[in-house]
């Protein structure tokens, strides 16, 4: 779920945000580093997947609500995120699942790669780069 896959990364190991090889050492896929989900970190957030927010076309009294797009296959987008700092609250659409994720207590981004949104209680909701949505609850 890290951006690790068997299939992609074929004799490779893989730990969250650094690729091994045998004969090469390391490179750098993506750093790891946990932020604050609030207004300020919000072009933080979407900048780590490669999207750019902007405020919604609708917004809650007193507080910003944030959208972006990710570009999947072909430049098509491919997911639209939805983030709500001041509710704690993701809303991710994608091909095959809509998800609203709560609660949100951090986030945890991996450069170029994806963004985990936590739950205090240890569910969290992935979006990657292409717009690839997961939930583990």
């Known amino acids: 779920m890290s951006g690790c896959d068997a299939a992609v990364y074929v004799n490779r190991l893989c730990y969250l945000g650094i690729v091994v090889t045998e004969n090469e050492g390391a490179e750098r896929v993506g750093k790891l580093r946990t932020v604050a989900f609030n207004d300020a ?46 509710l704690r609250r993701v809303d991710a659409i994608g091909s095959g699942a809509a998800v609203v994720f709560t609660r949100i207590a951090s986030v945890q981004l991996v450069d ?20 690839r949505i997961i939930v583990r609850s």
């Open 112 to 131: 170029g790669v994806e963004v985990l949104f936590r739950r205090q209680t240890g569910e969290y909701l992935v979006i990657a780069k292409g717009g």
């Open 41 to 86: 970190t919000v072009g933080t957030i979407a900048e780590a997947i490669d999207a750019r927010p902007s405020l919604a076309p609708f917004q809650l009294p007193g507080a910003a609500v944030y959208q972006f797009t990710l570009d999947g296959s072909e430049g098509r987008p491919s997911a639209m995120v939805t983030l709500w700092p001041s």
